[in-house]
């Protein structure tokens, strides 16, 4: 059974840092483009950030400057490192593994880890 389990959620005031990580098993995690995708109460899912098996990154115009997503092949992990959070950074953040081969596209999601944002 394929695995990814978030963690470093919390509560953090405004303004503070926070670093999630997305540990991946039972899958070839170097052949995977990962993403971490949030969700907040009454809204939709929303991409945050994507690092391609190759390590390209992308991110959202609103974390732009402010987060940063990484991996590391060695450890079968994917990192999102926040910085400058607000309360509209609220949310539960996702974590995403997907692979496409010419026959199948491999998609799977982590059960989530929640940030709030609070004084």
């Known amino acids: 059974q394929v695995q990814l389990v978030e963690s470093g959620g919390g509560l953090v005031q405004p303004g503070g840092s926070l670093r999630l990580s997305c540990a991946a098993s039972?899958?070839?995690?170097?052949?995977?483009?990962m993403a971490w995708y949030r969700q907040a109460p009454g809204k939709q899912r929303e991409l945050v950030a994507t690092i391609s098996n190759g390590g390209w990154t992308n991110y959202a115009d609103f974390v732009k400057g402010r987060f940063a997503i990484s991996r590391d092949n060695t450890k079968n992990t994917a990192y999102l490192q926040m910085h400058s959070l607000s309360p509209e950074d609220t949310a539960d953040y996702l974590c995403n593994a997907v692979r496409n081969t010419p026959t199948y596209k491999y998609d799977y999601w982590g059960q989530g880890t929640q940030v709030t944002v609070s004084s």
């Open positions: 039972r899958i070839i995690f170097s052949a995977y483009d």
